[in-house]
């Protein structure tokens, strides 16, 4: 299975972005999606995932409240909506797939996507 994430761009603090993750294939239920991210100098870290079938989802402390994960079945993407962005929320984002629920450790996860850029500015 191949990822492809994209829509990472350049926004002010307190603005939104939302990024998608194209899964190459259907997306079945033993599918667990996840997004981490990368800032410089900082190890990759869990921001949320979402169940194969959509009904749960999961999110790091940092994020919760301002983003959010969805999926579309239909087209095989699922969603990173990011609200409230904050300057510290800048970094490479990732989209990854693991068979079985979703985990918080990128080891977990064994496909992964290129990452896209958000930059944040104060």
């Known amino acids: 299975v191949q990822l492809q994430a994209s829509g990472g761009g350049l926004v002010q603090a307190g603005g939104s972005l939302r990024l998608s993750c194209a899964v190459s294939?259907?997306?079945?239920?033993?599918?667990?999606l996840g997004w981490f991210r990368q800032a410089p100098g900082k190890e990759r870290e869990f921001v949320g995932g979402?169940?194969?079938?959509?009904?749960?989802?999961y999110y790091a402390d940092s994020v919760k409240g301002r983003f959010t994960i969805s999926r579309d079945s239909a087209k095989n993407l699922v969603y990173l909506q990011m609200n409230s962005l904050k300057p510290e929320d800048t970094a490479l984002y990732y989209c990854?797939?693991?068979?079985?629920?979703?985990?918080?450790?990128?080891?977990?996860?064994?496909?992964w996507g290129q990452g896209t850029l958000v930059t944040v500015s104060s």
């Open positions: 294939r259907r997306i079945f239920s033993s599918d667990a």
């Open positions: 979402i169940s194969g079938s959509g009904s749960r989802t």
């Open positions: 990854a797939r693991r068979y079985g629920s979703a985990s918080d450790h990128a080891s977990d996860y064994n496909y």
